[in-house]
């Protein structure tokens, strides 16, 4: 018996997320998706040492010219080289997917489950106040809030986080009404918890499942947005890179170079995917319910 | 149970009505209850499913939400009014003073805490400093698992095994309330057993009273000094264990002794049933509650109820024609 629980890693030190940890080593894909996402990672960090080239640098010998030795990804209308441009571009794009959502996650999640825990006339209220949030374009209500915030990244992602907010809220206070009438949470009340350690310990931990996946899918989301924002004038100011900036940039040469939509538009994609593979793997690992 | 103690009760409900209003109209689920229980007793509270046992031991810890809840009347613990502490105080006391045990081990730990973090809760939600980790320890051992479980998450342990940290979880504390919801009732025969003897055992070692809520006759009879039978929200009968399961005076009580399968019984015949239902706790009948199913009904029933009486000293009751009066009543009746 001693020996099997010892085999089995349960018995010491065994934390919520190094118990996750392990069970998420066990899918694959999840694990690639964690590899191409900390590859990213590096290369918005080491951004300055990996760019062959800087991000504005203009060559004006090679302009739109399809990939070769010297430009590996091509090269754009301005003689600037792609690649170099797609490194530095995922340093706002992972910016602004992650803090974005974090942002996103942080009020809504709060909002959700204080509206779902206490239910009645505060539920009422802070639903209504995320219906009319919903009512309101949030193409539209991010161009109001980035021009009263004025261009740039901090504020293009307080915009992206502020329009994803009623989603987490409407996610979370769902989980929190299927978990607030658990007898665990009643034992949690019974042993003389308060309201807010309940939600924080109790509830809040144990709704994270749902919103960890809708998280991760909402990065991508966030990524696309702060690419239409960016066309807009809203977003990161040229010369800096941004991929939904390129994409939209590279539309007009869509028929003569493809490959200048083709690569901002395979980055975009490999991050999702990469997002979204560690989104299911975590729903999988968080899960201690599921035994395997 | 309204005669003067000899010394205070630990907990004394009086007059107690809970309601809830709902869509489908106010639920009485407590109506006027009244009982006292005294320190270092036992007390098994029996009834039916949606008799409101359950309501009463949330009353008395002050948890039943409102709204849709209303309580009133006045519940002392220890001599202290609890319908009228602050919300601080009543945190003190749940879990510190009074403990609970709930009817599913399964559903009642946290799915995603180690069951030593869970009794660790308990202890530094009311007494402050270091310590803590070493008190669950203690308390594990204490109900028969082994500390290095403790790092387990509640899916990982048995059933059984679940219970017993329930158990461990509500007296960490040493609460000198034990209220203990139904506990046997999710586990199967011989996990039963263990967990009875575990809390007989542990409730004298912790020196707690316990206020025990079932429907099983024969766990009442395993560990209890007192009976309270409750019926639609309110008492019908209470005595100590000895006197009631030897005469058993209201009809209901009755009727809750002869659906008890027995050893010695014909194995042809049918099993004794209270015909009917509970009453729908949101449409009372008017009288005697128990009126529409009771075989020795009268006029006098279904026009009101009779109050609790002290039939015989210490045996309360509440039913003009108690079981063994019958005849007399019969008599009576008849002119």
């Given amino acids: 018996m001693d020996k099997v629980v010892a085999k089995s890693g349960f018995a010491r030190g065994n ?80 910016q ?37 949030q919903l009512a309101i374009p949030t193409i539209l209500l991010a161009i109001v809030i980035s021009s009263v915030l004025g261009p740039g990244l901090f504020n293009l992602m307080i915009a992206v986080g502020i329009t994803a907010i009623p989603r987490f809220a409407r996610l979370m206070r769902a989980s929190v009404l299927s978990v607030k ?35 991760t899918i909402n990065v991508a989301n966030a990524i696309l947005f702060a690419a239409t924002l960016s066309f807009l004038g809203l977003g990161v100011q040229p010369p800096y890179p941004e991929w939904g900036g390129m994409l939209s940039a590279a539309r007009p040469y869509l028929r003569g170079n493809a490959y200048l939509s083709v690569f901002p538009g395979l980055a975009i994609m490999i991050t999702i995917v990469a997002l979204n593979c560690v989104g299911d793997g975590l729903r999988d690992a968080l899960d201690p319910k599921q035994k395997r | 149970m309204d005669a003067a103690p000899v010394s205070a009760p630990l907990l004394d409900i009086r007059d107690l009505f809970v309601r809830f ?19 270092g007793k036992s007390l098994g509270f029996v009834g039916e499913t949606g008799a409101g046992k359950t309501t009463a031991a949330l009353a008395a810890l002050q948890l039943i939400q409102s709204p849709p809840g209303e ?53 530094s939600l009311h007494s402050a400093g270091a310590g803590a980790r070493e008190r669950a320890r203690e308390m594990l051992t204490l109900v028969g698992i082994r500390p290095e479980r403790g790092k387990d998450y509640p899916h990982q342990l048995s059933g059984g095994m679940r219970q017993r940290v329930g158990i461990a979880i509500a007296l960490a504390c040493e609460p000198s309330l034990l209220i203990a919801d139904e506990p ?63 005469k058993p005076l209201h009809p209901y009580t009755q009727g809750l002794f002869d ?10 015949e049918k099993l004794a049933v209270i015909s009917g239902l509970t009453p729908d706790p949101t449409d009372l009948p008017k009288g005697c509650s128990f009126s529409p199913r009771c075989p020795n009904v009268r006029d006098l029933c279904r026009e009101r109820s009779c109050g609790m009486r002290e039939h015989e000293p210490g045996h309360f009751v509440d039913c003009h024609f108690p079981m063994q009066d019958r005849n007399a009543a019969n008599r009576g009746d008849g002119q």
């Fill in chain 2, 21 to 39: 209003r709902t869509d489908a109209g106010v639920v009485h689920a407590v109506n006027g209850l009244n009982l006292s229980l005294r320190r």
């Fill in chain 2, 184 to 246: 046997t009732t999710a586990l199967d025969v011989t996990i039963q057993a263990q967990v009875i003897d575990l809390i007989k055992k542990l409730q004298s070692e912790v020196r707690t009273s316990l206020l025990l809520i079932t429907h099983d006759l024969g766990v009442v009879a395993e560990i209890c000094d007192e009976v309270a039978i409750m019926y639609a929200g309110r008492l019908v009968e209470a005595a100590d264990l000895r006197k009631l399961y030897k």
């Fill in chain 1, 96 to 132: 602004v997917g992650f803090i974005a959502v974090s942002i996103a996650l942080a009020a809504g999640g709060t909002i959700g489950a204080v509206a779902g825990y206490f239910g009645g006339a505060v539920d009422n209220l802070l639903m209504r106040i995320m219906d009319v």
């Fill in chain 1, 181 to 215: 009438n658990t007898e665990f949470i009643e034992a949690a009340r019974a042993m003389g918890a308060s309201h807010t350690r309940v939600i924080l310990l109790y509830i809040m931990p144990n709704c994270m499942a749902p919103l960890i996946v809708q998280a």
């Fill in chain 2, 259 to 268: 659906a008890v399968p027995r050893l010695d019984a014909d194995p042809d």
């Fill in chain 1, 15 to 94: 934390s919520l997320w190094r118990y996750t940890f392990i069970r998420l080593r066990r899918n694959y894909l999840a694990m690639i998706g964690l590899a191409v996402i900390l590859v990213l990672i590096l290369a918005a960090v080491f951004a300055e040492r990996i760019a062959p080239y800087g991000y504005a640098t203009q060559d004006y010998a090679m302009i739109r010219k399809p990939p070769s030795a010297r430009h590996l990804l091509g090269t754009d209308e301005f003689g600037r080289d792609v690649l170099s441009r797609l490194i530095y571009g995922s340093r706002v794009s992972l």
């Fill in chain 2, 71 to 123: 309580m009133t009347g006045e519940i002392f613990f220890e001599g202290q009014d609890v319908m009228k502490m602050t919300e601080p105080e009543k945190r003190a006391l749940r879990g510190g003073k009074i403990a609970m045990i709930f009817q599913d081990p399964m559903s009642s730990l946290n799915p995603i805490m180690t069951v030593e973090e869970q009794i660790m809760e308990m202890v």
